[in-house]
């Protein structure tokens, strides 16, 4: 596959589109624009990106170990099996995917900052929001739920209902208080 981020994130990607890749490109870093923030999961593991991460969100335990359901398997194939790339081979890669790469650099290229990777993200206004939820970090959510009766349950079908929690200054701002 060539430029699959490119592909994805711009929803043209069909061959009979018969769309450019460059046009694909511009789709896809327009809509990726309208997030407000962008996690880059390969930067978690930087603990001043996972820390300011958390305080973005206002939930701590980013970073706390968990893994994928296959990562032990996959990490024993990969150490029986090693991955050698030749060099022609990486080169090819790279040039078929250089749409991607620069996408992915343009996107990123605001934290690789050479004041020491300062990440200045602002913190979360809850107050900005009509909806404000409690913040429970992930690890203690299965705990938390089970100790809100009527806050989330099953429906007569068996459809969950989940209920939102609106702070009072929120409510006041909705009114115009």
Known sequence: AVNCYTQYFSGLSCPEFNISTMKQYQVAKAKLHRYNFIVVLEKL?????AA?????FGVPGITAKRA????????????????VIKNDT???????????????????DCLDREDGQNYDFPKLDP???DN???????????????????????????????ITIVSEATEERRLGH
């Open 45 to 49: 593991s930087d603990p001043k990106y």
């Open 127 to 129: 107050s900005m929001f």
């Open 68 to 83: 994928a359901f296959c990562e032990r398997s996959s990490h024993g194939a990969n150490k029986m099996h090693p991955l």
């Open 132 to 162: 404000v939820t409690e913040k429970v970090p992930y690890h203690e959510f299965d705990k938390w739920k089970k100790n809100q009766p009527g806050r989330r349950h099953k429906g007569e079908e068996g459809n969950e209902i989940n």
């Open 90 to 108: 990486m080169e090819k890669l790279i040039d078929l995917n250089k749409v991607d790469i620069g996408l992915y650099k343009e996107l990123t």
């Open 52 to 56: 300011a991460v958390e305080q973005f």
